[in-house]
């Protein structure tokens, strides 16, 4: 099972938005709503920020948001803060009932 | 709040054994399907196994089948991943993680780290 395709990193200034695209295949992101994004501080671990695509657990902020066309998953960060700097995996569940992580991305506020 | 609490990593030589154990608190452990998630020095994260809530039903990754076994005790609370015929490439942190599969991962464990090395 190949990882999930994620940028490397992406940056922003505080207040602008930002999309981290996570692109799998019909076995698992294009075939399922059972996407979900984690982030993951330094010497942390990773805390779940979005669920099913597209929904949000209880306490986290709602400029987290989620969506999904085809097999390429999108997570926006709206209103970026400083708090937001972290590493950020997509993961999805396969056809194969296993789980695939994407490559993580390196979320830089600049 | 949910407590999960990961130990027995350290360093073994490659070809060995390790057994790691996931201690669960504040919640109703034998109700819920875990997993163990793997993250190499500096890398992303692995999916390794998962668990049902009964043990009845069990997945691996294909990186670690044949060579590590998930298992759990819910009368202790616990979580364990028996780990044989260890490798150089099995060096990583290892969490435990509630949940899985389908759902997300909601509660992790900080982790404990394994380093395979001679």
């Known amino acids: 099972q190949s990882a999930l395709t994620q940028p490397a990193s992406v940056s922003g200034s505080p207040g602008q938005s930002i999309t981290i695209s996570c692109t799998g295949t019909?076995?698992?992101?294009?075939?399922?709503?059972?996407v979900s994004w984690y982030q993951q501080h330094p010497g942390k671990a990773p805390k779940v920020m979005i669920y099913?695509?597209?929904k949000r657990p209880s306490g986290v902020s709602n400029r987290f948001s989620g969506s999904k066309s085809g097999n390429t998953a999108s997570l926006t960060i709206s209103g970026l803060q400083a708090e937001d700097e972290a590493d950020y995996y997509c993961?999805?569940?396969?056809?194969?009932?296993?789980?695939?992580f994407g490559g993580g991305t390196k979320l830089t506020v600049l | 709040e949910v407590q999960l609490v990961e130990s027995g990593g350290g360093l073994v030589q490659p070809g060995g054994s390790l057994r790691l154990s996931c201690a669960a608190s504040r919640f109703t452990f034998s109700s819920y399907e875990m997993n163990w998630v793997r993250q190499a020095p500096g890398k992303g994260l692995e999916w390794v196994s998962y668990?049902?809530?009964?043990?009845?039903?069990?997945y691996y990754a294909d990186s670690v089948k044949g060579r590590f076994t998930i298992s759990r005790d819910n009368a202790k609370n616990s979580l364990y991943l028996q780990m044989n015929n260890l490798r150089a490439e099995d060096t990583a942190v290892y969490y435990c993680?509630?949940?899985?599969?389908?759902?997300?991962?909601?509660?992790w464990g900080q982790g404990t780290l394994v380093t395979v090395s001679s």
């Open positions: 993680a509630r949940a899985g599969l389908e759902l997300p991962f909601d509660y």
């Open positions: 099913d695509v597209s």
């Open positions: 668990i049902s809530s009964s043990g009845s039903t069990i």
């Open positions: 019909s076995s698992d992101v294009g075939g399922y709503n059972y």
């Open positions: 993961s999805s569940y396969t056809s194969s009932s296993t789980v695939v």
